[in-house]
């Protein structure tokens, strides 16, 4: 039922792109982002398609899997893509009622629409290949450094990581509630919106109930295992580079420098 | 005939890496006024098998008739359904959400769309018969002990007057006398109002001594089906499982071994200590 959201959940595979290292996947992700923002045409476009498509099929990840997470995104898209293609100004090409569409707003729109969708892709791979643990892993080393100017990296990463954890939770415990009240004769799916926004106390008040009793367990669980922040505390399994993480670097690098040519052709 | 299952299979997460079969081939008919126990290992199904029953979980595979209709027809009205087949989830305090117990118990009805008379009525004949009196009534729900709690979310399910009740580990996680409670206000709802029952547990005491037949999962399949004793006579099987048979079983065994005179297949202690008297006496 709830099961659609794919952002930020973990699919267990053992490919090439899992075995990287979490901060190769942060920082690749990182370099296919601003990728999409370098690229001016459609050569820079296609050099970032061949390369998604390659790392989809390393990744061993269903295609059909990935592209669930887009769903959650599709209004977004639809307003972004019209604004461009409404609001741009220049040669006109077709005109209805107050709307008028330009030739640099197809343009526009076309770009934007794959900007957007690559880049949900993009950041998908990345949750999808790595768990949320690995994840927050990463990003506490690679923001090591903020630490010496004060930031609370450890804490930040840790709530992350809490949070991270407690989606998939939550969407289990969400499951489990509308269907007890479903066998009372609860019905999410039919009704005006009014009537839908009701029928959602049902589901909400032992949602945040049970939300509240799992974080303070949590954070009582913790105390008692004398969790005391990140002064001194080690890892179980540290992170390591290998072989494999500086070819992927190797890549990346040559990646964006095609990006960067590219952009002048 | 109330349930009849047909070669029902559920895979969760078909069609992704997460693919799992929860159940396999599973088929059985249950008649009515029946009480029976559902057992079996922690994993093996018996959750996902009772979702099935009345419509939340659609099976991958087979099918499912209730009173001879098959519940998968295109236009088979499945609210109705859930009032008629009722289901206690593990856990059911946690579906409670309204101000006061009152209220709370009165949701199942308020769906089926019956009178605010028929409601009321409904809801003090429910906390009446999970045993909560009238000082209950308007206290909030979160505020009850868990005992409490489960018994409200209990009559929360049985206002709605279902055909079919099934609980799945009513009694999990509460004290002896509270278990003895719970599960002697279900088997008398069972003796008095005939209603068939389907109670899930995971004590082999409490369901040698409430239900009239067994079934048996393991890893998604059926394994057996039958009456108490003839299932616990395959304690060497169940054990493999990881299940067990009711302690009694074991020394009644025992007991044989050492040549005393007792029938093989008794379940329940008293049952045992009438015959270990029989035995001793007739020495
Ligand atoms: N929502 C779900 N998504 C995916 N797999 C599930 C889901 N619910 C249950 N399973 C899996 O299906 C199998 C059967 O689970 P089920 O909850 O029916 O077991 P159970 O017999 O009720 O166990 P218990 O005695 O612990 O309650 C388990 O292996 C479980 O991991
Ligand atoms: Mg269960």
């Known amino acids: 039922m709830l099961r659609e959201i794919t952002l930020g959940q973990y699919y267990p595979v053992d490919s090439l792109i899992h075995r990287l290292d979490p901060r190769t996947k942060l920082f690749g992700t990182l370099v296919f982002l601003v990728s999409l923002f370098l690229s001016r045409n459609i050569w820079g476009y296609l050099l970032a398609t061949a390369v998604l498509t390659a790392v989809i099929r390393m990744s061993q990840v269903p295609f059909s899997y990935m592209i669930k997470g887009l769903k959650a995104v599709v209004i977004l898209l639809l307003i972004s893509v019209s604004f461009n293609l409404f609001l741009t100004s220049g040669e006109v090409l077709a005109r209805f009622w107050i709307f008028s569409v330009t030739r640099e707003g197809v343009r526009m729109a076309g770009f934007m629409a794959v900007r957007l969708i690559y880049l949900i892709l993009g950041s998908t791979i990345m949750t999808l290949t790595t768990t949320p643990n690995a994840l927050t892993d990463g990003l506490e080393k690679s923001l090591g450094l903020l630490h010496k100017i004060g930031v609370p990296v450890h804490e930040i990463s840790m709530m992350m990581s809490i949070a991270l954890r407690f989606i998939p939770i939550l969407v289990e415990e969400t499951d489990k509630i509308m269907k007890a009240q479903m066998a009372r004769g609860a019905d999410f799916e039919s009704g005006n919106l009014i009537q839908r926004v009701k029928a959602m106390v049902p589901l909400l008040v032992p949602l945040f109930i049970s939300a509240f009793r799992r974080a303070t367990d949590l954070a009582m669980a913790m105390e008692a295992r004398c969790y005391r922040g990140g002064e001194g505390r080690t890892k179980m399994k540290p992170l390591h580079y290998s072989g494999r993480d500086h070819v992927a670097y190797g890549l990346m690098l040559t990646y964006l420098s095609g990006i960067v040519i590219l952009r002048y052709l | 005939m109330a349930i009849k299952v047909e070669h029902i299979d559920h895979i969760y997460?078909?069609?992704?890496?997460?693919?799992?079969?929860?159940?396999?081939?599973?088929?059985?008919?249950?008649?009515?006024?029946?009480?029976?126990?559902?057992?079996?290992?922690?994993?093996?199904?018996?959750?996902?098998?009772?979702?099935?029953?009345?419509?939340?979980?659609?099976?991958?595979?087979?099918?499912?008739?209730?009173?001879?209709?098959?519940?998968?027809?295109?236009?088979?009205?499945?609210?109705?359904?859930?009032?008629?087949?009722?289901?206690?989830?593990?856990?059911?305090?946690?579906?409670?959400?309204?101000?006061?117990?009152?209220?709370?118990?009165?949701?199942?009805?308020?769906?089926?769309?019956?009178?605010?008379?028929?409601?009321?009525?409904?809801?003090?004949?429910?906390?009446?018969?999970?045993?909560?009196?009238?000082?209950?009534?308007?206290?909030?729900?979160?505020?009850?002990?868990?005992?409490?709690?489960?018994?409200?979310?209990?009559?929360?399910?049985?206002?709605?007057?279902?055909?079919?009740?099934?609980?799945?580990?009513?009694?999990?996680?509460?004290?002896?006398?509270?278990?003895?409670?719970?599960?002697?206000?279900?088997?008398?709802?069972?003796?008095?109002?005939?209603?068939?029952?389907?109670?899930?547990?995971?004590?082999?005491?409490?369901?040698?001594?409430?239900?009239?037949?067994?079934?048996?999962?393991?890893?998604?399949?059926?394994?057996?089906?039958?009456?108490?004793?003839?299932?616990?006579?395959?304690?060497?099987?169940?054990?493999?499982?990881?299940?067990?048979?009711?302690?009694?079983?074991?020394?009644?065994?025992?007991?044989?071994?050492?040549?005393?005179?007792?029938?093989?297949?008794?379940?329940?202690?008293?049952?045992?200590?009438?015959?270990?008297?029989?035995?001793?006496?007739?020495?």
């Open chain 2, 13 to 283: 997460g078909a069609g992704t890496a997460f693919a799992q079969y929860a159940l396999r081939d599973v088929n059985f008919t249950i008649e009515d006024g029946e009480f029976v126990g559902l057992i079996g290992h922690t994993g093996s199904g018996k959750s996902t098998l009772i979702q099935h029953l009345n419509g939340l979980l659609r099976a991958s595979n087979g099918q499912i008739y209730y009173n001879g209709e098959c519940i998968y027809t295109n236009d088979y009205d499945m609210r109705a359904l859930r009032g008629k087949v009722g289901l206690v989830f593990q856990y059911p305090e946690h579906q409670l959400f309204e101000a006061d117990v009152f209220s709370d118990v009165c949701f199942g009805p308020k769906n089926l769309g019956l009178s605010k008379e028929e409601i009321d009525a409904r809801a003090r004949e429910a906390l009446g018969q999970v045993g909560l009196d009238e000082s209950f009534y308007r206290q909030s729900p979160f505020e009850l002990s868990g005992g409490q709690k489960r018994r409200v979310a209990i009559a929360g399910v049985l206002a709605m007057h279902p055909e079919v009740l099934i609980l799945d580990e009513p009694t999990a996680g509460l004290d002896p006398k509270g278990r003895d409670e719970i599960l002697e206000e279900i088997s008398e709802l069972h003796r008095k109002k005939g209603m068939t029952i389907i109670l899930v547990s995971h004590s082999m005491e409490d369901i040698a001594r409430y239900a009239s037949r067994l079934l048996v999962m393991n890893q998604g399949e059926k394994v057996f089906d039958g009456t108490p004793k003839e299932v616990f006579r395959h304690y060497r099987e169940l054990e493999a499982m990881g299940l067990a048979a009711p302690q009694i079983t074991y020394i009644v065994h025992e007991l044989q071994e050492r040549g005393v005179g007792i029938p093989q297949d008794l379940t329940t202690v008293e049952e045992a200590r009438d015959a270990i008297l029989q035995a001793w006496k007739g020495k």
